[in-house]
């Protein structure tokens, strides 16, 4: 009977091979979408392994420094310092901004970091050893060892490239010492800090005369830069990171976060409406392949029907029509399979957003496309069961 579908497709070979490849591209384009939403989780843990921190300390009641604005003195760790359990607090600054030149403008994730955290991911050249004007790049930004990019006020040397350092939403990561992080983020331009002096001067109720030095004080807290997005912290040894987050909490009046509850703010909130997204379409492109298919067996049956007709008529029983029917169903579900997966896999380097094909998602991808060939097959099979065998004398 295998034999008997084999030379079935043979009359059609060219119909039957195109029409597999189609799908295929059908199949490519689920498995796409699966591979972006995988690349986002993992994007989303690389930040957190690049940051290497048992707990983010943020802005009290805010869910920074990803999903909402996060404000914090940079003096503020002395304080964490103080508790018990806590090793290590360091400073870090991030920002989403576009810079490069004005023909060559790149989204990025920038990130403030103190010289003496290593930089992870880095390939060529080396980490940042000035506190000013360097830049470390991951290599997705196009930009190259010795390019000079001006970001707001300065410019900045290009001294290292990293490899797989994005943030969750597909951007490259930039790499800065801290302070020139916290001067792009928090210090204002001349225009603006003029115009804000000028108010700050007319208001009375800042500027009460004979008192100058309140002006003065209030002009300093005011365009202050140093202030940070969040505090990493690292724990010691022994201590539960779930505690000394709690200690954090009532002690100092923030929020902190120890890294399992960050990972689920970065996965669960900041891309769960991506995540909707990409499973809604990944409904409707499961469907839409399965009604391709059932309408392409369901077309090949009816083109065949009088020699349905025939194999009838001398005796064939309905089990071998059926299975040869299933047969050619599945043999098109393995050609759109194996073709969007070789397409996936020429593509997907193409794309802007980073693509992860896991062994797992492939696996279930081809069983949805065997459960689909099944049930497409049905309508086919139900087709040439209710053939009558006198047709094949009468036509």
């Not at 060219?14 to 799908?23: D, P, Q, V």
């Not at 508790?83 to 991030?94: C, F, I, M, Q």
């Not at 009460?208 to 309140?214: A, C, M, Q």
């Not at 086919?380 to 094949?392: D, E, W």
């Amino acid at each position: 009977m295998i034999s008997l579908a084999y030379r079935d497709i043979g009359n059609s070979f060219g119909r039957y091979l195109f029409t597999g490849l189609g799908i295929g591209l059908l199949i490519g384009v689920t498995l796409t979408m699966a591979g972006v939403f995988r690349g986002m989780v993992e994007d989303g843990r690389a930040l957190l392994t690049a940051a290497d921190a048992d707990i983010w300390v943020v802005q009290q009641n805010t869910l920074g420094p990803f999903a909402e604005p996060s404000s914090l003195p940079d003096d503020f760790y002395r304080g964490l310092l103080a508790l018990e359990g806590v090793a290590r607090a360091r400073n870090t600054a991030y920002l989403t901004l576009e810079i490069g030149a004005a023909d060559k403008r790149v989204r990025v994730m920038l990130q403030g970091i103190d010289l003496s955290v290593p930089i992870p991911g880095l390939v060529s050249g080396r980490p940042l050893t000035r506190s000013h004007y360097e830049m470390v790049a991951d290599e997705r930004s196009g930009f190259q060892l010795g390019d000079v990019i001006s970001i707001h006020r300065h410019d900045y040397k290009v001294v290292g490239i990293t490899r797989g350092m994005r943030s969750p939403s597909g951007d490259p990561m930039v790499f800065l010492p801290l302070k020139d992080a916290q001067e792009i983020q928090f210090l204002k331009d001349n225009d603006a800090v003029y115009r804000d002096r000028k108010r700050l001067q007319e208001n009375p109720g800042l500027n009460p005369p004979g008192h100058p030095e309140l002006i003065n004080t209030v002009e300093a807290a005011f365009f202050s830069n140093h202030r940070v997005n969040a505090i990493l912290v690292d724990v010691r040894p022994g201590y539960d990171n779930h505690q000394v987050a709690a200690e954090i909490d009532k002690w100092l009046r923030v929020t902190a976060y120890p890294r399992d509850e960050m990972e689920q703010i970065l996965i669960g909130n900041l891309i769960a409406m991506a995540s909707k997204q990409i499973g809604l379409f990944l409904v409707i492109l499961t469907v839409v392949t399965g009604a391709i298919i059932a309408l392409t067996v369901y077309s090949m049956t009816q083109t065949k029907l009088k020699e349905i007709a025939v194999l009838k008529l001398i005796g064939t029983p309905n089990r071998l029509i059926s299975r040869m029917i299933l047969l050619e169903a599945v043999g098109l579900g393995l050609i759109g399979f194996l073709s969007g997966k070789l397409a996936v896999t020429y593509w997907a380097p193409l794309f802007p957003k980073h693509v992860v094909m896991q062994i797992d998602d492939t696996l279930r991808a081809l069983v949805i496309t065997l459960v689909i060939c099944l049930l497409a097959s049905i309508a086919g099979i139900r087709s040439a069961l209710s053939v009558p065998p006198s047709s094949a004398i009468g036509g």
